[in-house]
């Protein structure tokens, strides 16, 4: 799961709108996807996550869409919607209710994570847009299973935040993607351990990186 | 098995260099038999859908008309047998016949048995007894044929020779024994042969088997499979399968296609070698269940890959590492996990 910076905002009229409502202290209009502003927030999310979804990091749009700033006009998205294979997402759910359109709490994510996600239990400790959320400090990658774990090696987390890093690991889905993950990191090592040259990485970039660390390439 | 893109009854009718055509349907769910004693058409469904091509339905099938077939070349067998045995006893008891005429004929006669098997000793030994010896069972070959009885329906044995009620088998079996006594009694030969999930109730080593078996009945036949079994999967090679798939957007199921790379383009052949794969390759890779069984191995492997990186990064103390030591043991073998 990388970083992700939000301050990038094309949607600036949706933004506009949304600190207003946060400045008033105004409860936020119900969600739902025939909002106005779905759109807008969600081709803004895409161009900020380049097409990734926001946990897992699998493409769920492609990059040529992703990347175009074309398609906004006076601040609101004016193009078609693309095929995409992505859900809006609340990170804290109990937010939904009353701050339903709170920038902060959006991101992309796949259909499928977002389905088995949980609704409760979420920990800002893995939180992508939080400022202290550094993935090569807090993430591991073990890469026969393939699998996202606490990063113990420094041994600067205590007990209970490795819990609650392993914790988020399965409520975010992190694993989720094991199956299409692994074939591609491995791809990739593989090409980098055999001095053989990709094109450049467009997915599980965190995972790819910390193994790349693991193993001194 | 021959490529077939669709089942298509107008490409059927295209075949029309062969009179006898015929297409063999077997559904997932054979009823059980009917023990009835009607003199109807051997086969009881059958539709002709054109005057080239007959369908011959087993949704509903009665097991005694099949036996019949079976059961007359089982009787014709019989008296060809008794008929061979009296001209040898003839010539046996003729003193002017020598000793070279006997040699010959018990020659012949050895010879024919062996190029004419018994139909029974033949379905048992070539066929079912392959299938049903896995639960010990096997085909009862030795009819008395004094009692109508003997030779009214098949009869199915214990290896020890106790006889089974058909009633009393599993459904796996009596599946396998109503799918093959049609293929065996009316030998498909230049036909369509389709099966409906033929892996139903069978125990996994024998689905791995059963495609093989059921084509082994059939001469110059072409079978259609349809299946939700990654085992019967497995016995397919890739341009062999046609994978069907709900689309998300229209709902209809419809023909998975794949994209070429090298190509630029969808094609419509398979990409997937399933006889390459491992079970667990070809439930993720052909049944796209690219995911963990459930969150609870999930979330235990993450345990192991942290006690794990614990045990080789962390400075513990002996006792300390020795206890990580048998944790990780005792997790990795219940989670069927190769330490390395």
Redesign the interface.
């Given at each position: 799961m990388q970083k992700i910076d939000k301050s990038k905002i094309l949607s600036t009229v949706y933004k506009k709108w949304e600190e207003a409502l946060e400045n008033n202290q105004e409860d936020h209009p119900q969600y739902e996807s025939t909002h106005r502003f779905y759109t807008d927030v969600m081709m803004n999310l895409y161009h900020i996550q380049d097409g990734l979804c926001a946990y897992t990091e699998k493409k769920i749009l492609a990059s040529a869409y992703a990347h175009t700033e074309d398609n906004w006009t006076g601040g609101r998205y004016k193009s078609n919607k693309p095929k995409h294979f992505g859900e809006l997402e609340h990170f804290d759910s109990d937010l939904k209710i009353k701050q339903a359109w709170l920038w902060d709490n959006l991101f992309m994510v796949m259909n499928k994570v977002n389905n088995e996600k949980r609704t409760s239990q979420t920990d800002p400790i893995l939180k992508p847009d939080h400022p202290n959320y550094d993935p090569y400090e807090l993430l591991d990658y073990d890469y026969d299973k393939h699998i996202f774990f606490a990063n113990v090696k420094s041994g600067k987390l205590n007990q209970s935040e490795i819990d609650r890093i392993n914790n988020m690991i399965d409520v975010l889905g992190l694993n989720f993607v094991k199956d299409w993950r692994k074939p591609y990191v491995s791809k990739r090592i593989k090409a980098l351990e055999s001095g053989v040259e990709l094109d450049p990485i467009e997915e599980y970039i965190t995972a790819f990186e910390i193994t790349r660390r693991n193993l001194n390439l | 098995m021959y490529p077939f893109p669709q089942i298509n009854l107008s490409q059927v009718q295209l075949v029309e260099i062969n009179p006898d055509l015929k297409l063999f349907y077997f559904p997932c769910d054979i009823q059980l038999p009917k023990f009835s004693n009607s003199d109807e058409k051997i086969i009881t469904s059958y539709v002709d859908i054109t005057p080239l091509l007959r369908i011959i339905d087993f949704e509903n099938y009665d097991i005694n008309q099949i036996w019949k077939i079976i059961n007359e070349a089982i009787i014709e067998d019989r008296e060809l047998e008794i008929k061979k045995s009296l001209e040898i006893s003839k010539l046996l008891r003729d003193r002017k016949t020598s000793k070279d005429t006997i040699d010959k004929a018990t020659d012949e006669f050895r010879k024919w048995r062996e190029e004419t098997p018994n139909p029974i000793q033949d379905l048992a030994d070539n066929y079912l007894d392959k299938i049903i010896g896995r639960f010990n069972l096997k085909v009862k070959t030795e009819l008395g044929f004094e009692r109508k009885e003997d030779i009214e329906t098949i009869k199915i044995q214990q290896k020890n020779g106790k006889e089974i009620p058909f009633e009393a088998l599993s459904t796996g079996t009596k599946q396998v024994i109503l799918t093959a006594l049609p293929l065996y009694g009316l030998k498909p030969k230049d036909s369509i042969i389709l099966f409906d999930e033929p892996e139903r109730s069978l125990y996994p080593d024998i689905q791995t088997e059963i495609v093989d078996f059921y084509t082994s009945m059939a001469e110059n036949s072409q079978f259609f499979f349809a299946t939700h079994s990654p085992l019967v999967a497995a016995s397919f090679e890739p341009w062999e399968i046609i994978e069907l798939k709900f689309d998300e957007e229209t709902g209809n199921v419809e023909q998975e296609l794949y994209y070429d790379t090298e190509k630029g383009r969808h094609i419509d052949n398979y990409t997937i070698y399933p006889q390459y794969l491992t079970y667990d390759g070809i439930l993720?890779r052909v049944f796209d269940m690219?995911?963990?069984p459930n969150?609870l191995r999930?979330?235990e492997?993450?345990?192991?890959?942290?006690l794990?990186?614990?045990l080789k990064?962390?400075?513990l103390s002996p006792e300390a590492k020795k206890e990580k030591f048998e944790e990780i043991i005792k997790l990795a073998d219940q989670l069927d996990?190769d330490l390395?």
């Open positions: - | 993720k690219k995911k963990e969150s999930m979330n492997l993450v345990k192991l890959a942290t794990e990186s614990q990064h962390n400075n996990w390395k």
